[in-house]
Structures are given as C-alpha cells and as structure tokens.
C-alpha cells in the first residue's frame, strides 16, 4: 500500500466535463435527500405523530430504501443508465412539487406524507446502483477509486448539512418553501445528467424479456464466483450492524446516559465522526492498494478498537480524548471499506450485472444496519452500559482481525 500524494488529484477529475456534471448532481441529490430525511420527521411530529406513528413513518422509508435496491439494479443494468437517472430525477421533481401542493392546500397529514415519504426515498434506493455503476463510464479504470472517493466524501455531509438547510427554511417560515425548493433542486440535478455524453448500452446487456428473478439469479452468480468478493458484501451487514448501532446506540446511551454529559457533546462527537470520515475518504482515495479487498476488511477492527476507546472513557478521569479518539476511529473505520469494495466491483463486475451487485450490497447493508439498532437496543436492556461496551468492543476486535486475516489468506491462495 503507498499514499499518491499528488495534490491536483481530485482537481484533475473535477476538470473533466461529464464527471464534474454528474459529481454535482450526486451533490444536489444527496443533499435533497437528507433534507427530506430531517423534513419527514419534523412534519410528523408537527401533526402530533405519537412514538408508533413516528416508528412507522421512518421504518417505512427505511425499509422502502434497503428492500426495494435490487429492482433499480435489475432496472439500472437493463436501460441506459444517464437515462434511467435523468427519468428517476424528473420523478423525484413532481413528487417534491405534489408534496408542495398537498401542503399548500391544506391536504398533507401523517399518511400522505408518509406515502410521499416512501415513493421519494423508494426513487433514491433504485437509482444508487446505476450512479454507482456509471462512474466507470465516466472516468478511467486507474481514476475511479479517486472518483468514488470524491462522491463518498458528500453522502455523510448532507445529512449534516440537510439538518442546517430545515434549519434556515423555519427560521424564515418557508415551511412549504422546502418542497418547492427541494423540486426545483431535482430539475437542476436533471439538466446537469442532460450534460453527460451519450452512453452506448453494452452488447451484453440483459433483455427485458429476461425475468426479474433470472436478472437478480444471475447478478447473485457472477457475485458467488469471487468467494472474497462475496463474503466481504455479506459480511457488509456485521460492519453496518455494529457501525450504526455504535453511532446510534453506544454513543448516545454513553455520553448522555453512563456520562451524564450535556447534549452538546454528543453533537460534537457525531461531528468528528463525520470528520473522521470525510477526511478518510479523501485520504482512501489516494491510495494505491495492492489488495484493495483485503484492504476493506480493515473497517471491522478499526471499528472495534473505536468500540474500545469508547468502553475506556467510562473507567479514566478524564473521558474527552477517548471519546473523541473513538468516535475519529469510527468514522474512519467507514472510510476503510466503501471505497475499495465499490472500485473492486465497478473494475471486476461485467457491465450487464454490476449495478445488481451494488444493489445487493447496499441492501445487506441497510439489513444490517436497521438490525445493529434493534439488537443492541436490546442487548444495552439486559447488560450494564460499561460492561456492555466492553464486552462489544472486544468482540468486534476479535471478529474483525479473524476475518482480515482469512482475507490476506484466501487472497495469497488465489
């Protein structure tokens, strides 16, 4: 592994026309996204949503996002991708601008906005797996890691920045000015996808006579024939289980509960852990990796010695340099895994199944994830915060470096 320091790296591939357009639109969707993610929920406590209305209403968006990925895969793999994600843009518009309406009119209640909630996150989830599997069009086979660390370093952020934007929009009453301005986003968004050159379908794409199950059979089958490949995109649901129930669970129930500390700190945590990340995946990027999937089995054990650092904060007398320690790792410990996993199947892959098997990462991922919340919300009923941690961070560390070191071996084997 060695560092390419070149400083105009990223520049250069901003430089090139068709990247810059569709990197601004990934920019633009992303942002709308988490602001609609934080809009959803503000508008559902608004209309009074009790803690099971409010429980579905994000589980149904949720849901819609991790489940409903393999048909956009199957969708994105079997059209021409710029227009398949300029059709999903436009559609996202006047969804935007329906929400615009039914709120002006005095229409919009918990289960319209719940119904538009899930019809836009549902437009995201489809249209991930041909963004992602674009880029190889777009950029040359030695750029895309650098590409795919650049789209990477906006997905955290625009949560951030989606909370800041609800934010300036109440502040200045333009409740329903959301809608109408998040619309007019997804129109820009499109003009920019108009900008991209022409993209010929590959000879080898699949037929729309094909069925839905023998295009999903057969992305699953190019998958199972890189056995590392494989385990790594089925173990992406051990990483996103403990890496969301870490930001989610551990943290708050540490520093608020066990700790006692203000809000603010926690805040502040989550910050650095988006930091973390961001920085990471500038840095990830750059790298030129030797064996990039044993490279993204880093994450578990970065993740577990963050894990750790956190557990350490409860028994020192001074807490603040392992906490923040902690949540750096975490958010670099994301950093360690997504880039390389995306670049190995966008150069591997062929072109007619590679967005199916983005799709099937993502949505293990989302599994994953959505299970780490529920599990370890139970586990922390059952078991001491303090004890817990530890017991948690351990058992990550030990999962994590069993699983590298089966990688390192299967790849040297291979």
Not at 103 to 116: D, E, H, P, Q, V
Not at 136 to 144: A, D, S
Not at 217 to 230: H, W
Request: charged share 10%; proline share 4%; glycine share 10%.
């Amino acid at each position: 592994m060695t560092y390419a320091p070149t400083d105009d790296a990223y520049l250069t591939l901003l430089q090139r026309r068709s990247y810059a357009a569709f990197f601004t639109s990934q920019c633009i969707t992303n942002l709308c996204d988490g602001l609609l993610a934080v809009t959803i929920i503000y508008f559902a406590i608004e209309m009074n949503a009790s803690a099971l209305q409010l429980g579905a209403v994000t589980f149904g968006v949720t849901l819609s996002r991790g489940f409903l990925g393999p048909i956009g895969g199957v969708m994105g793999d079997r059209m021409d991708k710029r227009w398949f994600l300029i059709v999903v843009e436009l559609l996202r518009a006047l969804l935007m601008l329906g929400l615009f309406l039914f709120y002006t009119s005095g229409a919009l209640n918990i289960y319209s906005l719940t119904a538009f909630g899930i019809l836009v996150s549902t437009c995201f989830a489809i249209s991930v797996p041909a963004a992602k599997s674009m880029i190889p069009k777009l950029l040359k086979e030695e750029q895309l890691q650098a590409g795919n660390a650049l789209v990477q370093t906006i997905t955290w952020p625009a949560f951030f920045l989606g909370s800041g934007l609800l934010a300036g929009f109440l502040h200045f009453d333009m409740k329903g000015g959301i809608f109408l301005a998040t619309a007019a986003a997804f129109v820009v968004s499109t003009a920019l996808l108009l900008l991209l050159p022409e993209i010929n379908t590959d000879s080898d794409a699949p037929s729309a006579k094909t069925s839905l199950r023998e295009d999903l059979s057969q992305g699953y089958k190019e998958l199972s024939s890189d056995r590392v490949l494989l385990i790594r995109v089925w173990s992406y649901a051990a990483f996103t289980f403990f890496w969301r129930g870490a930001l989610q669970i551990v943290l708050p129930l540490l520093v608020l509960r066990e700790l006692e500390s203000p809000a603010w700190l926690f805040g502040a945590l989550m910050f650095v852990n988006g930091a973390g990340e961001f920085v990471g995946n500038l840095v990830v990027g750059r790298l030129q990796l030797r064996r990039p999937l044993v490279f993204s089995f880093l994450c578990e054990p970065v993740l577990g010695f963050g894990l750790m650092l956190l557990a350490l904060a409860l028994f020192v007398p001074y807490p603040m340099v392992p906490l923040f320690t902690g949540a750096l790792l975490i958010g670099l410990g994301a950093a360690t895994i997504d880039i390389p996993l995306l670049t190995v199947i966008q150069r591997h892959v062929s072109q007619r199944n590679i967005g199916k098997v983005i799709s099937y990462w993502f949505t293990i991922g989302s599994f994953g994830g959505a299970m780490g919340n529920l599990a370890l919300g139970a586990y922390f009923e059952f078991l001491d915060v303090r004890l817990g941690t530890t017991i948690l961070s351990i058992g990550v560390v030990l999962l994590g470096l069993a699983m590298l070191n089966w990688a390192y071996r299967a790849t040297r084997q291979a």
